[in-house]
Every structure is written in structure tokens, then in C-alpha cells.
């Protein structure tokens, strides 16, 4: 029993990886339709953006920050400083942004979706809204999915806006890199598809969120026991989705962009 115990979480995250698949195409097919209610989504927008903003923002600017000392001692060294404040900028919006909001969330609101959703499974709230002929897709998944996908990439460049900032600041203070100068390799080095990347990222990452989080809850079994499981295995999975869908997005994105 000990040994199989492995291979029967396997084999139940396998099931809860396909019952969560399908539930973003219904998601999908919900918002073509324009089962949409408003109010909820409203309310999760507000869950999702501002109350999320200070973290994403703080975080911002401790990456930023802890970047710019990493690299400016090393780039100056080799005559380089003049590119300090563009790769900052590059690795803030390609990647640093949109991964640190993306995993701030999912820890922040995918565990609350999950935790949320699924005591509404074990306390028998979710029968009761098919008893009122109430969708819980419409009324539960859907505004979540659509509050992660407009947000997210609203706290991204936020994220990207304060790290940078920040970079700014401490390349003056500690490095003695004229702001001028840290601007100006900005604007070299960054250009539009970087910021529209990061938030394509956004977008995407948001989307998984939300129905990781909601699909772990929707599946919820055994109480109490269950609800803490279903809420601690949906923040793993999204973290996993996340930086899977990282790689390929950013395989998709920029694989093309070196040529021979």
C-alpha cells in the first residue's frame, strides 16, 4: 500500500491535470458565448489588481534592485556600464516581470481560488447552484479566468515599471551611472514586442491561474483534509504550468530573433 501510494497521487493529479484542460476550454467557449456575469467580475478584478499591486510592486523593486548590483560591478569592470540600464530593462520585461507577478499570484490568488471553490464543493454549495440552475462555470470560473487575464498583465508592467525604476536609482547611488546615460540604454535596448511579450505572458499565465486554481477547487473531496490538499497541489501545479509555459512561450517569442 505504502509503495502504490505514489502512483495513486500520480494517477489523481493526471485526472485533475484533464479535468482542469477541460474546464479552460469551457471557460473559453463561456466567454465566446458571453456568459459573462459582470458583477463577479468586477469583484475578482478587484481581488486580483489592487489588492495584489503593493507585493507586485515591492517585489518589483527588490528584483530590480538586487539585479543592478549583480551585474553593474561585473559590466563595469569590462567597460560595459553603458549597457547596464538596457539589459536591465530587457530581462525585466521578458522575463523577471512577468514570472515574479505570475508567481506572486499564484501563491496570492490561485491558493485562495482553490481554497474558496473548493469548501463551496465539500460544504455542498456548488450542488445547491445547479439546484438554482445557476452554472458554476458562469458564476465561479469564468470572471476569476477573465479578472487573472486582465490584471496579470496590468501588474506585470507595474512590476517591470518599479524594477526598472529602482535599477535606476541604485545604479546612480551605487554606481555612480548617470541617470542619462541608464535612460538612454534603456530606449537602446528595449523595444515594443519586449513590453507587448510581457504581456502576452501576463495574459497567458493569468488564464492558467485561474483555472488551476478553480479546477483543484471544483474537484475538492474529503473535507476539511481535502480543501488544504487541493489548495497547497493547485499553487505546485500553477508554479509548474507557469514556468512550463514560460519556455515555450519564450521559444516562441524570441528563438528567432538571433540569426546566423
Not at 37 to 57: A, K, W, Y
Not at 58 to 66: Q, Y
Not at 130 to 139: E, F, H, N, Q, R
Not at 238 to 255: G, K
Request: charge should be positive.
Amino acid at each position: 500500500m505504502t509503495a502504490a501510494a505514489p502512483f495513486g497521487k500520480l494517477r489523481l493529479w493526471s485526472s485533475r491535470a484533464r479535468a482542469a484542460a477541460f474546464l479552460g476550454g469551457q471557460v473559453l467557449v463561456h466567454m465566446v458565448l458571453g456568459k459573462i456575469h459582470r458583477r463577479n467580475t468586477l469583484e475578482q478584478m478587484r481581488i486580483v489588481g489592487p489588492d495584489s499591486l503593493g507585493i507586485i510592486v515591492l517585489a518589483g523593486i527588490s528584483i530590480g534592485s538586487v539585479f543592478t548590483i549583480q551585474v553593474a560591478r561585473e559590466f563595469i569592470k569590462y567597460g560595459a556600464s553603458s549597457a547596464i540600464g538596457g539589459i536591465l530593462a530587457v530581462a525585466m520585461a521578458r522575463e523577471l516581470a512577468p514570472v515574479f507577478a505570475a508567481v506572486i499570484l499564484a501563491g496570492r490568488v490561485g491558493s485562495a481560488f482553490a481554497a474558496e471553490i473548493g469548501t463551496m464543493r465539500v460544504t455542498e454549495q456548488i450542488d445547491a447552484l445547479y439546484m438554482l440552475k445557476t452554472d458554476p462555470v458562469d458564476y465561479l470560473v469564468v470572471p476569476r479566468a477573465i479578472a487573472c487575464a486582465l490584471m496579470l498583465p496590468l501588474l506585470t508592467l507595474l512590476g517591470f515599471i518599479a524594477g526598472t525604476g529602482a535599477g535606476l536609482l541604485v545604479a546612480a547611488a551605487g554606481f555612480g551611472i548617470s541617470s542619462y546615460a541608464f535612460l538612454n540604454s534603456v530606449r537602446m535596448f528595449l523595444d515594443a514586442w519586449d513590453l507587448l511579450a510581457a504581456l502576452v505572458k501576463g495574459l497567458c499565465f493569468g488564464v492558467l491561474i485561474a483555472v488551476i486554481g478553480c479546477s483543484w477547487g471544483l474537484t475538492t473531496s474529503g473535507g476539511a483534509k481535502g480543501v488544504g490538499e487541493s489548495t497547497t497541489t493547485a499553487v505546485v501545479t500553477s508554479l509548474l504550468a507557469i514556468l512550463i509555459a514560460n519556455f515555450f512561450l519564450s521559444w516562441l517569442m524570441f528563438q528567432g530573433g538571433i540569426t546566423a
